[in-house]
């Protein structure tokens, strides 16, 4: 299928392995849900509070950062998610939490605000295996994706985010969640949608070096029989086939792929589930190279007050045809509805990210300038394939196959250091 996305006609993130916006801090492996589709093993250990210095340390030291995602597992399950929170802030770098949020409440969300927490990504979807939401669609859940909006807001200036993953039976429900969200911009800032992948068992052969290895005992593993190809061109359709204005602006490509679109980035404008229009590639360079020169940072996480001045970023319309295009919106709505002046417009984020693809001759293409890279012995690493690392000592190669080795491997041209 072909999908009407032209990379030369987006701005390409500025991002990179050494200056990015975020990096990704794991203390901990331990999970309170089994979500299909995860990456990671779950076992209940933590790092100490002084191997998680040392980790925000080394990643200081090799990265020019932003922001820090404190993931796991999940965060909220380390005793020490408060002080974790609080060093981060006093590096001088945004703590933001994902989590699932099913241990999070009003008195632990107030102690973490307290300690220097800017934002949430909330990761909400129909297979987490959550209590009291069996069988709940996509669209049930924007129930619960509500709750904990609420709850973010009533605390105060925290950026609040949502993930989720798609499947190949939950991509019809994209909508849904995009409408929901525009519904609520004044407290949902953004929304990512994650397409499926998995190392599939049958179609190519995976190596260790030159040692042939059954993926089957990583947990990101699965047959054939699921899908796990779904691309972010794909999930654009769909979400057009409800709202046909819809405009990325900014994308990341592919190490092996320039025009592929492993980050892709909208940012719409409007309100209470109206929406002017979306940002376009120059509003986004202007954002990303001009923060970085005021602070010599690439942009994070917005704050909630930033993304509520929609309107007068409106202005922004003399160099960006995007927002050109809002203004005009905006303009002939308020000539119909005066009253509308009052009304507060904001920008929210819609994002979609395709993770690692294998393409047809075996060569594996990953996020070029990934934000989401976290540590191993001390190097930087895709957090996506961590569990390579840990347990054959360095990420694995592909190559065309039946699952079955039959020649030997070519030469692994990165060997573990």
Known sequence: MQHALDHQRLYRLPWNLADNPIVWAEPTQACNLACDGCYRQ????????????????????????????????????????????????????????????LALSRALLVELKKAGLVGLTFHVDSRQGRPGWKD????????????????????????????????????????DVVAWAGQHMDIVHTVVFITYRAAVVGAYDYWNGGESIDMSQLVYSATEERRSDISSGEVV????????????????????KPDSFKWLLALRVGSGGKVFGY???????????????????????????????GRSLLIGGLWDRGLRGAAGQYARWLARHPLGALRRQHLQAVMVIQPIDILEDGRQNMCDGCPDMTLHDGKLAWSC????????????????????????????PHPPA
């Open 279 to 309: 940002a376009g590639p120059k509003f986004m360079e202007a954002v990303q190279s001009g923060h970085h020169f005021a602070t010599g940072r690439y942009l994070a996480y917005s704050s909630p007050a930033a993304l509520g001045a």
């Open 385 to 412: 394939r961590l569990e390579e690392l840990r347990r054959f000592g360095r990420f694995v190669t592909t190559t065309p196959g039946n699952g079955a080795a039959k020649t030997p491997a070519p030469r692994d």
């Open 42 to 101: 779950n076992v209940k250990t933590h790092k100490s509070l002084a191997e998680v210095r040392e980790d925000l340390e080394t990643f200081a030291r090799l990265r020019n950062f932003d922001g820090v995602s404190i993931a796991g597992g999940d965060p909220l399950c380390h005793p020490d998610v408060v002080e974790i929170v609080r060093h981060v802030k006093q590096m001088g770098r945004k703590p933001i939490l994902n989590t699932n949020g």
């Open 237 to 256: 359709d769909v979400i057009r086939s409800r709202f046909p204005d819809f405009s990325p602006a900014a994308y990341l490509n592919g190490t092996e």
């Open 136 to 175: 709940a669609t996509e669209t049930d859940l924007n129930a619960l994706r509500l709750e904990f909006a609420e709850l973010a807001a009533s605390v105060g200036d925290l950026a609040c985010a949502f993930n989720s993953t798609v499947y190949e039976d939950t991509l019809q429900q994209v909508p």
